[in-house]
Nanobody, 124 residues
Framework: QVQLVESGGGLVQPGGSLRLSCAAS????????MSWYRQAPGKERELVATISSGGGSTKYADSMKGRFTISRDNARNTVYLQMNSLKAEDTAVYYCKAMEVVDTRMGKKEYQYWGQGTQVTVSS
């Protein structure tokens, strides 16, 4: 079965750093683009970063550019999110998402798989 398991969240002081990990199994990880999303209480879930299947292309939300880095290790079926210079407004549940494209008789179909999330709290 498909599994996406996030880890590395916790409590950190403003200005600190955390590295989140997402271990994937049950699908073609190396052929799937991966993303990190986050959701704070009372707010919409928002895209944090995306990385292509081979790791050659990355995209970031404007507020994360220069502070966050997404990477992946296809040999370990793991995607990472390095978070530096953390701010209180970064407090949220962070989710890992896979985007698998499968060829079907009627064309390509995209499947999305979500992890359960890991809490990141930035506070003094």
């Amino acid at each position: 079965q498909v599994q996406l398991v996030e880890s590395g969240g916790g409590l950190v002081q403003p200005g600190g750093s955390l590295r989140l990990s997402c271990a994937a199994s049950g699908f073609s990880f190396s052929s799937s683009a991966m993303s990190w999303y986050r959701q704070a209480p009372g707010k919409e879930r928002e895209l944090v970063a995306t990385i292509s299947s081979g790791g050659g292309s990355t995209k970031y939300a404007d507020s994360m550019k220069g502070r966050f880095t997404i990477s992946r290790d296809n040999a370990r079926n793991t995607v990472y999110l390095q978070m530096n210079s953390l701010k209180a407004e970064d407090t949220a549940v962070y989710y890992c998402k896979a985007m698998e494209v499968v060829d079907t008789r009627m064309g390509k179909k995209e499947y999305q798989y979500w992890g359960q999330g890991t809490q990141v709290t930035v506070s003094s």
